[in-house]
């Protein structure tokens, strides 16, 4: 009976949530992003950060920094496409307490309010991982 109520979820890459925050009401959840597997989740303080396997990158949750990418501080609820990124593919992600880090194959400098921006002096280098602190972030190449 269980496989009835799960037959609309992708074989791979949906994401099951679960536990008390705000935008979930302390209720089981899932998503996926339609014909784009979930290959990789970041968790912030109260933001979520996912990478797809096609490149592109969704955030929600809270937005009072400008975490999010969007280029506002609303508070989104449901994972939304950063179209900032848009023609950028990204390959790593992390989250800091009100931070994200996304590292692109290559990236247009852009420098914008609450937008992705480069960071400088990594130019040219192939970041493999990334880390968020509360404070502080960590690339590895």
Not at 21 to 34: E, V, Y
Not at 57 to 66: D, K, P, Q, Y
Not at 73 to 84: D, R
Request: hydrophobic share 40%.
């Amino acid at each position: 009976m269980a496989a009835d109520v799960d037959s609309d979820v992708p074989d791979w890459g949906a994401a099951f949530t679960f536990g008390r925050s705000r935008f979930s009401d302390n209720l089981a959840g899932k998503f996926w992003i339609k014909d784009d597997p979930i290959l990789q989740i970041a968790c912030g303080d109260e933001h979520t950060a996912i990478l797809t396997a096609s490149g592109r990158l969704f955030t929600f949750g809270s937005n009072e920094w400008g975490q999010l990418g969007h280029g506002h501080t609303k508070t989104i609820s449901k994972p939304s496409f950063v179209k900032a990124l848009k023609g950028e593919r990204v390959t790593v992600i992390a989250c800091g307490r009100s931070h994200t880090l996304v590292a692109t194959g290559s990236a247009d400098e852009q420098p914008v309010h609450l937008a992705p921006v480069r960071v400088q002096g990594l130019e040219g280098i192939t970041i493999k991982m990334l880390s968020g602190g509360a404070d502080h972030s960590m690339p590895y190449r």
